[in-house]
């Protein structure tokens, strides 16, 4: 089988991987749709340590085509999705659905090789069934929604509460998206990027755009000058740090969900004042990412806005990778197209 291998930091290659059969409790999927997020934008540009020929992705959906021993309720033809969380289910935290604070987790498509490539072997407890109703690129969409979802989960109750978001990314966006199915009363987006800020609208966010407007000033009276009881901070901008404080409202609650690589200054007497909360964000529990199944199974959150940008898998050829990680620093979401990149699998 084909694979999408990352040879050196900027050099992608696609070379011939054995495809493996499936153990007992294992599932090999067919891979469908692959998305391009900001961890695999780092791996590929050399900020996070990879090792040489290093598969990446672990946002994608895709198709059974072989089951091991033991597996129940699933079947070859079946469209899935996958939970990429390799934790231990036995210690303290895997037992409270906490799992991605387990000490010996693994991620898959981040510690162990992913889902750039024609076929995947994953254990059949991390397979999440996909409606036949919707689309596959749908599915590839599950990972990011449940980190969204988990975002705004830590923050508690957030019914008829104002929720301000720094980041108009996929993150961002996809924590609105939950924001307003969980219960918010407004739901505010910030950013730099002037697509990112057109695109928040026609999703029918607010949306501010901090090159036009002051976001602090206008994010105020858009709550109506009490400030935001939720900011979700999804930017990992040094710079919006600044404002998270000032944009709280009194009891308010920052969860902080971006990636921030250096130190940020925090006044804590300005939070101490207002009795405020800095929570944080790591990762998705198993719960949080059947919900977010559901959520697309059931077409509570309408997933087509962020399925539109795809590229095909044998553009990883091309230019040692560069012409789709390029497009996918661009896009909201870039999906990479691998069913038409290969004869149609039969189960």
Known sequence: MRAAILAKPGVIQLADRPRISPNAGEIEIAVKFVGICGSDLARYEGLMPTPEG???????????CGLGDGVDGLMPGQPVTVAPLLNCGECQYCLSDRGYLCD????FGTNVDGALQEYVVVRADRVFPLS??????YGALAEPLAVSLHAIRQAGNIEGK???IFGSGAIGLLAGEAARVEGAKRVILIDINA?????AKERGFFSIDGT??????????????????VIIEASGSLKVSALLIPALAKLGKIVIVGLAREPVPIILMDLLMKEGQI???????????????NYIND???????????EISFTKFGEKSGDLVMRNGREAVRLLVNMKNSFPEDKP
């Open 54 to 64: 290093f598969v990446f992705g672990h946002e994608f959906s895709g198709v059974i």
């Open 104 to 107: 010996k987790r693994v991620r």
């Open 132 to 137: 036949e109703k919707i689309p596959l690129q």
């Open 162 to 164: 104002n929720i301000v």
């Open 195 to 199: 697509e990112r800020v057109a695109f």
């Open 212 to 229: 036009q407007e002051d976001p602090l000033v206008r994010s105020i009276e858009l709550t109506e000058g009490q400030g935001a009881d």
């Open 279 to 293: 929570r944080t964000s790591r990762y998705f529990s198993l719960i949080d990412f059947q919900q977010a199944v």
């Open 299 to 309: 077409g509570i959150i309408d997933m087509s806005p962020y399925s539109q940008q």
